[in-house]
């Protein structure tokens, strides 16, 4: 007989829960802050932007979610 081991599930974050809800509106105003930001040549905002649209990306594809949700 083998030994089973389980391991605890990690609990989500209250921002991670954030971003994986977010809905295909919200999603989309980022978007388009960070094109805004882009034309202006806003550096430290483009990277702000950019840095969350990444880990909203990333939250919702380890739900299982895709990156964008349908709007």
């Known amino acids: 007989m083998g030994v089973v081991v389980q ?3 990690p609990k989500k974050s209250p921002r991670s829960e ?3 809800a977010m809905s295909a509106a919200e999603i989309s105003d980022v978007v388009a802050a960070h094109e805004e930001a882009v034309a202006e040549g806003a550096v430290d905002e483009v990277e702000r ?3 969350l649209l990444d880990e909203i990306g990333r939250e919702r594809r380890l739900a299982g979610l895709p990156e964008r949700p349908a709007a």
């Open 7 to 9: 391991f605890p599930v």
């Open 18 to 20: 954030r971003l994986t």
């Open 49 to 51: 932007l950019g840095d």
